[in-house]
C-alpha cells in the first residue's frame, strides 16, 4: 500500500528552527508538495520537489531524497502565524496526490 | 481573480437526508478534486476530474456517494442517505492540469463543514 508518515505534533519556540520530517512509500513517485493549513481553514501551497536537494523559498526551505523516500520542511525564524498544520504529500505514477495525516505545528512565545 | 469558491459553508442535515455540494473552480484549470477531511486528520481523495476524461472514483468510499461535473466548470459532490460518519469538510482543489506538467498546485476552496446529525 501507499503511505506517507509525518510526525503527528511539533511544539517550537518563537525566533528558532523547526524541521518537520516525512518520509513515503508510493507506488512511483512524480514530485512531493508541503502544504500549510491553518486551523479551519483550507491548505495553502508552500513548496515542491521533484528532484533531490533543497529548495529555499524565504524562511522555508524542503528538502528531498528520492532514494531514502524522505523529504523535511525547514521553517527558520519562528513566527507565532506559524502555527499551523503541515501536510506532506506525494505525487504517485498515476499523478495522484497522496496526502499525510499533517504535523501539527505549536508556536511558544 | 477568483479563486476556489465552495458553497454551502455549512451544511447540518439529518441522517438518511441526502445532500449537494458545490465547487466552482478557478477559471481555466482542467483538473478538479474532492477530498474529505475528518477532525484532526489528513485528506483524503474522493474523486477526480481531468478535463473530458472519464473521472477517477477510486476515493469514493461508497455508493452513496456520488459526483459530476459540468465540462470544465462547476462540479458537485452528492451524497445519498448520510450517515454520521459522513461528518467531515469536504474540500474541493483546482489545478491547470492533473499531469503531465512538472509542477500543478492544487489550490483549494474553503470546504464545506457537514454535519449529520
Known amino acids: 500500500g501507499q503511505n506517507i508518515d509525518q510526525p503527528t505534533e511539533m511544539t517550537a519556540t518563537e525566533g528558532a528552527i523547526v524541521q518537520i520530517n516525512c518520509t513515503y512509500q508510493t507506488s512511483g513517485f512524480n514530485g512531493l508538495f508541503w502544504y500549510q493549513q491553518h486551523a479551519g481553514e483550507a491548505p495553502t501551497f508552500l513548496s515542491y520537489n521533484v528532484l533531490d536537494g533543497l529548495e529555499e523559498k524565504g524562511r522555508f526551505s524542503s528538502f528531498l531524497s528520492r532514494s531514502k523516500g524522505y523529504s523535511y520542511l525547514l521553517l527558520k525564524e519562528l513566527q507565532m502565524k506559524d502555527s499551523a498544520s503541515y501536510l506532506c504529500a506525494v505525487r504517485d505514477s498515476n499523478y495522484q496526490l497522496i496526502w499525510g495525516a499533517g504535523t501539527k505545528l505549536i508556536i511558544k512565545p | 481573480g477568483a479563486g476556489v469558491s465552495q458553497s454551502p459553508s455549512n451544511k447540518v442535515t439529518e441522517k438518511g437526508k441526502d445532500v449537494e455540494l458545490r465547487c466552482d473552480p478557478i477559471s481555466g484549470h482542467t483538473a478538479l478534486y474532492w477530498y474529505r477531511q475528518r477532525l484532526g486528520q489528513g485528506l483524503e481523495f474522493l474523486i477526480y476530474?481531468?478535463?473530458?476524461?472519464?473521472?477517477?472514483k477510486s476515493g469514493l468510499p461508497s455508493d452513496r456517494f456520488s459526483a459530476e461535473r459540468t465540462g470544465e466548470s462547476v462540479s458537485t459532490l452528492t451524497i445519498q442517505r448520510t450517515q454520521q460518519e459522513d461528518s467531515a469538510v469536504y474540500l474541493c482543489a483546482s489545478s491547470l492540469s492533473g499531469e503531465n506538467l512538472s509542477y500543478n498546485e492544487q489550490f483549494f476552496g474553503p470546504g464545506t463543514r457537514l454535519t449529520v446529525l
Open positions: 476530474f481531468q478535463g473530458n476524461s472519464a473521472p477517477d
